[in-house]
């Protein structure tokens, strides 16, 4: 079958033919129609990630999918074949193939309303959005401060804080405006043209109740986190919240990690097919040009998702 893999780590991937997976108990095999491309996919190939085995080579990259069941594993009784689905696979087949191969926990019946190149592009990073605004307890009135919001985790937080009456800001450069405006943001700070912590204290001098973040180092996040009310949160999905600096000055500090396990994706599905959510989507290339979104991402400046036309 096709595949987008890597031959060795910290090298661009490119298309190979790669035996199909096969499921194991409890596992589905999913012919993939779309795959989303992530942040987290341009690490694994990076080496950034965690090792991967030498026998592993070439090893397929892709976790986002949504496709239709082609076979089930002993012990799965959730879906019937030809069934559609999304979710995640497991890191030993990747999405960016033909077939990829999924825990059937980690799968939920697709959204009605969604074609598959859009149901591709939602489960790590809505997942990711909805675990950090459930971590963070915003709620009515709750001032947020999405800092890197153009990114695929940003948007889907900007709207989900949104439909729970928050008050949003956003950290975005002057071209995106009217897309964090669109997905609910209420106001905005330029970090290309100003420093965003001086604006942020110039504009909001009582602080802010919560920060979710996705871009900034241990030092930036500090730095945000100055001008977070006592009591407030932070939350970083890379790793940078510091709990025991931030905690020293009541603040609640956390590292996401998202969830993907079927309850959370049908919460997701639930929030789609009521028209609450928006799946903002970058583009659209097919396998063969996969190099093009994987670099896309790479390049940190994507202002929506990338995703593979598989099937």
């Known amino acids: 079958m096709r595949s987008l893999a890597i031959d060795h780590l910290g090298e661009r991937p490119t298309l190979h033919e790669v035996p199909e997976p096969v499921p194991g108990p409890g596992e589905v095999l999913v012919k993939v129609h779309a795959a989303g491309v992530n942040p987290y996919d341009v690490s694994v190939a990076a080496g950034r990630a965690g090792d991967i085995p030498g026998d592993a080579f070439p090893f397929v990259l892709g976790t986002d999918v949504a496709g239709t069941v082609a076979k089930l594993g002993d012990g799965v009784d959730a879906f019937d074949i030809g069934d559609d689905v999304y979710g995640t696979a497991v890191r030993e087949h990747g999405t960016f193939a033909d077939f990829a191969v999924a825990?059937?926990?980690?799968?939920?019946?697709?959204?009605?309303?969604?074609?598959?190149?859009?149901?591709?592009?939602?489960?790590?990073?809505?997942?990711?959005?909805?675990?950090?605004?459930?971590?963070?307890?915003?709620?009515?009135?709750?001032?947020?401060?999405?800092?890197?919001?153009?990114?695929?985790?940003?948007?889907?937080?900007?709207?989900?804080?949104?439909?729970?009456?928050?008050?949003?800001?956003?950290?975005?450069?002057?071209?995106?405006?009217?897309?964090?405006?669109?997905?609910?943001?209420?106001?905005w700070l330029d970090h290309t043209r100003d420093d965003p912590v001086t604006a942020l204290a110039s504009v909001h001098p009582n602080g802010v109740d919560a920060i979710l973040d996705?871009?900034?180092?241990?030092?930036?996040?500090?730095?945000?986190?100055?001008?977070?009310?006592?009591?407030?949160?932070?939350?970083?999905?890379?790793?940078?919240?510091?709990?025991?600096?931030?905690?020293?000055?009541?603040?609640?500090?956390?590292?996401?990690?998202?969830?993907?396990?079927?309850?959370?994706?049908?919460?997701?599905?639930?929030?789609?097919?009521?028209?609450?959510?928006?799946?903002?989507?970058?583009?659209?290339?097919?396998?063969?040009?996969?190099?093009?979104?994987?670099?896309?991402?790479?390049?940190?400046?994507?202002?929506?998702?990338?995703?593979?036309?598989?099937?």
């Open 103 to 187: 825990r059937a926990d980690n799968l939920a019946p697709m959204p009605r309303s969604l074609d598959y190149a859009h149901a591709a592009a939602v489960p790590i990073a809505a997942a990711t959005a909805l675990t950090a605004i459930d971590e963070l307890a915003v709620g009515p009135g709750t001032t947020l401060l999405v800092v890197g919001a153009t990114g695929g985790v940003g948007l889907f937080a900007i709207q989900i804080a949104r439909m729970r009456d928050a008050h949003v800001i956003a950290t975005a450069r002057r071209e995106t405006f009217d897309q964090v405006f669109d997905m609910g943001a209420d106001e």
């Open 214 to 311: 996705m871009v900034s180092d241990r030092d930036q996040l500090a730095g945000y986190a100055r001008h977070v009310r006592a009591g407030g949160r932070v939350a970083s999905t890379i790793g940078s919240a510091d709990g025991e600096l931030l905690g020293g000055r009541g603040v609640v500090a956390t590292n996401i990690r998202g969830s993907l396990e079927r309850a959370t994706l049908e919460r997701l599905t639930y929030l789609i097919d009521a028209n609450d959510i928006f799946v903002p989507i970058e583009r659209i290339v097919p396998l063969e040009d996969g190099l093009e979104a994987f670099e896309g991402v790479a390049s940190g400046h994507a202002h929506g998702k990338y995703v593979l036309a598989v099937a």
